[in-house]
T-cell receptor, first 113, second 113 residues
């Protein structure tokens, strides 16, 4: 069955430190991958997406992600986080011929001063 | 930047009552979706809609649920007889094509009492 896995439910990090949020997806013939951020009591905001082409994708707010087909991963990174990055981050994928997005369970990024 | 608009932002209803959640997708988008997020859980796909018909639905989307695009701009989700377990945040989304980024609305928080 198609799936997206986020192994880390919470990632605490100090301000200005780098961070990586992990995401793995089930192997598929074709895959489109997305990272969304959700601030408390708000909707889902698209951070970045991988549709095709370059495996390194840059998004908003200084985030980037790398698509790795051999490891079926799409990890999100930021070289220096801010307090305002504290939020829930969801990895999502659209696989094969389906148009639905499959979401991971989310990772809460907690940035401490 | 174009937005997906959802109304109301919060709805409280009694168990057994019918509710209609409303969404105005981005005007040139062709694919429409409903997702839900039970408090503290992952975002789950409910249904996708294209060319005035359901293109895909999940096992959650049973006979109690229906969707409609009544006037070419609104996209609605109806729950015929609400249950306590229908309490969740419901997100509408749209995309210009199935393989591009999905834009989400800010959600309707449905509370069934």
């Amino acid at each position: 069955a198609q799936s997206v896995t986020q192994l880390d439910s919470q990632v605490p990090v100090f301000e200005e430190a780098p961070v990586e949020l992990r995401c793995n997806y089930s192997s598929s013939v074709s895959v489109y991958l997305f990272w969304y951020v959700q601030y408390p009591n708000q909707g889902l905001q698209l951070l970045l997406k991988y549709l095709s082409g370059s495996t390194l994708v840059k998004g908003i707010n200084g985030f980037e992600a790398e698509f790795n087909k051999s490891q079926t991963s799409f990890h999100l990174r930021k070289p220096s986080v801010h307090i305002s990055d504290t939020a829930e981050y969801f990895c999502a994928g659209r696989m094969d011929s389906s148009y639905k997005l499959i979401f991971g369970s989310g990772t809460r990024l907690l940035v401490r001063p | 930047e174009p937005e997906v608009t959802q109304t109301p932002s919060h709805q409280v209803t009694q168990m057994g009552q019918e509710v209609i959640l409303r969404c105005v997708p981005i005007s040139n988008h062709l694919y429409f979706y409903w997702y839900r997020q039970i408090l503290g859980q992952k975002v789950e796909f409910l249904v996708s809609f294209y060319n005035n018909e359901i293109s895909e639905k999940s096992e959650i989307f049973d006979d109690q649920f229906s969707v409609e695009r009544p006037d070419g701009s609104n996209f609605t989700l109806k729950i015929r007889s609400t249950k306590l377990e229908d309490s969740a945040m419901y997100f509408c989304a749209s995309s210009i094509q199935g393989n591009y980024g999905y834009t989400f609305g800010s959600g309707t928080r449905l509370t069934v009492v």
